[in-house]
C-alpha cells in the first residue's frame, strides 16, 4: 500500500514538474518575444535621437542650402523660389479687396474689407467644387467657369460688377509654376486631379485675367502666389515682427523675408522695400544630419518621388501615420504580441496621421481609444495594456522627433537671417554679445494647430536650440487661412494704388 501511495506522490511530482516546465517554458518563450520587440522600439528610438547638438548640426545644414539656393538655380535641394512680393501689408491698408483660392477639386472666393489700423478681419467666403469635366478639359472653359462665380460673388456683395474702380484680387495658386513677376507665372505641371494639356507651359494669372475680361468683370489679378506666401502676409498683417512663415500640416513649406541684395542669382535685382519673400519650397530640404531610419527609406522608396521631399517625409502629416504602421508592421513580423500579421498593416497609408494622433494623446487608463483606432483601422483586435502602451511610445518617438525637426528648419531660417544670436556662428549657442530683436514666425496647419504633443514637442526644441535668453524673444503666432484672406491681403499691399507695385521691381 505504501508503496502505491509513494509511487502516485511521484507521478504527481513528476507532473507537477513537467507542467511547471511547460509554463516556464512559455514564459521564457513569451520573454524572449517581447524582448524582441522591446529591441525594435530601442533601435527605432536611438534611430530618431534628436539631441541638442544634432539638432544644431540640422539648423547649420538648412542656413548652409539656404545660402546655396540664393547663390544659384539648382545649387541646393532648397529650390530658393523668388516670389516678386517686396512688400508685406502693414496694417494700414482700406478699401475691398478680393482673393481667389484654387488648389484641389474645390475652390473659394473671399471677399475682405479693410478699415486700416490692423482692423479685424471677417472675410465673406463662397466655396465651390470644380466640376469634374473642367478638370481635364480646356483651360479657357475652367477660367471662365471661375470668373462666372466671381462675378456671381460680386454681385451678390452687391459690389457693382461694372464700377469704372478696378478691384483687386489676390490669386493663390497650388500648383507648380515659375514665377515671372508679382502678377504672373508660368504653370510647369499640374499635381492632383487636374490635367488640362492647353495649360502648361502657358501663363496663369493672364488665362483668368483674360476669363474676367470676357466676363466683363473689372478685376485685376494683382498677386499670384501660393498659401505659404499668404500666411506670411497673414502673420505680417497682425504683427510687424514677423520674418518667416512655416506651414505644417498634410504638407510642409516654409518663405521668408529676405534682403534682395542676398539672392545673388538675380544680381542686379531692385525692389523699392529692398527685400524680398523667398519661397525656399522646404520640403525638399536634405542633409546628412537628419535621422533617417530603416522605415524612412522604405516609405521614401515606395513613394511616387523617391529622393524627392525628404524633409516633408520625415516631418509632415502626410507621412507620420504611415512610419507608425511600418513600425506596428516589423514588430508584428517579428513576434505575435499583436497576434496574426493583419493584412492592413500591409497597406500603405492605411493609418493616417489624425488616427496616429488620437492614440499618442489618449489619456484615458486603459488607452480605449489606442484598443478602438487598432482594431477599428488596423484589424489588430484584443491587443492586451502593455502593448497599446507600446504602442504609444512608438507614437511619441515618431512626433517628437518630426516637432523637433521642424524646430530646427526655422531656427535654420532665423540663422540665415540673423534672427537666432548666434552672431553668425556655426554650430555654437547663442552670443551674450548680440542683441537680439523680437521675432515673429507665422505658423499655419493642422499637425500643428491640432496636435498638441507636437506642438510641444516643436516650443520644447526650439527653446533648447537657442536658449532661454534668445528664445524668449522668439515668438510663434498661429494663422488661419493665409491661402484665402492672406492672398487678399497681398493684393491690398501689390494694388495699382499702392507704392509696393511690381513697377517698382526691376533687374537692372
Not at 7 to 23: D, E, H, I, M, T
Not at 214 to 236: C, E, I, S
Not at 420 to 436: A, L
Request: with cysteine; charged share 25%; aromatic share 6%.
Amino acid at each position: 500500500m505504501g508503496k502505491v501511495v509513494l509511487g502516485v506522490s511521484v507521478g504527481v511530482a513528476v507532473a507537477a514538474c513537467a507542467v511547471a516546465a511547460l509554463v516556464v517554458g512559455r514564459r521564457v518563450k513569451s520573454r524572449k518575444k517581447w524582448n524582441r520587440v522591446v529591441g525594435v522600439l530601442k533601435e527605432l528610438e536611438e534611430s530618431c535621437e534628436t539631441t541638442v547638438g544634432r539638432l544644431r548640426q540640422v539648423v547649420d545644414a538648412m542656413a548652409v542650402e539656404m545660402h546655396a539656393g540664393l547663390a544659384s538655380e539648382g545649387g541646393s535641394k532648397l529650390k530658393m523660389l523668388l516670389t516678386f512680393v517686396d512688400n508685406l501689408p502693414s496694417g494700414s491698408e482700406k478699401g475691398i479687396f478680393y482673393a481667389l483660392d484654387l488648389g484641389g477639386t474645390n475652390f473659394r472666393v473671399l471677399r475682405v474689407e479693410l478699415g486700416g489700423q490692423r482692423s479685424d478681419l471677417d472675410p465673406d467666403v463662397e466655396q465651390q467644387p470644380i466640376p469634374e469635366q473642367l478638370m481635364t478639359g480646356r483651360s479657357e472653359d475652367l477660367f471662365d467657369f471661375i470668373a462666372s462665380s466671381l462675378y456671381q460673388f460680386v454681385e451678390k456683395a452687391n459690389d457693382s460688377v461694372q464700377s469704372p474702380v478696378t478691384k483687386e484680387l489676390g490669386f493663390t495658386f497650388s500648383f507648380p509654376v515659375k514665377q515671372t513677376s508679382v502678377s504672373s507665372g508660368v504653370l510647369i505641371k499640374w499635381t492632383k486631379a487636374f490635367a488640362i494639356e492647353d495649360m502648361v507651359g502657358k501663363e496663369v494669372a493672364g488665362a483668368l485675367q483674360q476669363a474676367l475680361a470676357r466676363k466683363g468683370l473689372n478685376m485685376r489679378v494683382a498677386v499670384l502666389v501660393n498659401d505659404t506666401v499668404g500666411t506670411l502676409a497673414l502673420g505680417h498683417y497682425h504683427d510687424e515682427d514677423t520674418v518667416a512663415a512655416v506651414i505644417i500640416g498634410t504638407g510642409t513649406n516654409a518663405c521668408y523675408w529676405e534682403r534682395t541684395d542676398a539672392i545673388i542669382k538675380c544680381q542686379g535685382l531692385l525692389t523699392t522695400s529692398g527685400s524680398m519673400v523667398v519661397n525656399m519650397e522646404w520640403g525638399n530640404f536634405w542633409s546628412s544630419h537628419l535621422p533617417r531610419t530603416a522605415y524612412d527609406i522604405e516609405l521614401d522608396a515606395e513613394s511616387p518621388n523617391p529622393n524627392d521631399q525628404g524633409f516633408e517625409k520625415m516631418i509632415s502629416g502626410m507621412y507620420l501615420g504611415d512610419i507608425v504602421r511600418r513600425v506596428i508592421l516589423r514588430m508584428s513580423e517579428e513576434s505575435d504580441i499583436f497576434g496574426p500579421v493583419s493584412s492592413r498593416l500591409y497597406m500603405p497609408f492605411a493609418l493616417r496621421t489624425p488616427a496616429m494622433a488620437a492614440m499618442h494623446e489618449d489619456d484615458s487608463p486603459e488607452l480605449i481609444e489606442v484598443a478602438r483606432i487598432l482594431k477599428d483601422v488596423l484589424d489588430i483586435p484584443d491587443v492586451p495594456l502593455k502593448v497599446r502602451k507600446l504602442v504609444v511610445k512608438i507614437c511619441d518617438v515618431v512626433t517628437c522627433r518630426a516637432a523637433r525637426l521642424a524646430a530646427a528648419g526655422i531656427v535654420g531660417i532665423l540663422k540665415k537671417i540673423g534672427r537666432d544670436g548666434s552672431g553668425g556662428i556655426t554650430g555654437g549657442r547663442s552670443r551674450s554679445d548680440v542683441k537680439m530683436r523680437r521675432t515673429a514666425v507665422a505658423v499655419e496647419g493642422s499637425l500643428y494647430t491640432q496636435y498638441t504633443m507636437f506642438r510641444e514637442y516643436l516650443h520644447e526644441a526650439l527653446h533648447e536650440i537657442l536658449g532661454e535668453d534668445i528664445a524668449r524673444h522668439v515668438v510663434i503666432n498661429v494663422t488661419e487661412d493665409g491661402s484665402g484672406t492672406g492672398a487678399a491681403l497681398l493684393a491690398a499691399s501689390h494694388s495699382s494704388s499702392s507704392s509696393g507695385s511690381v513697377d517698382n521691381i526691376q533687374l537692372v
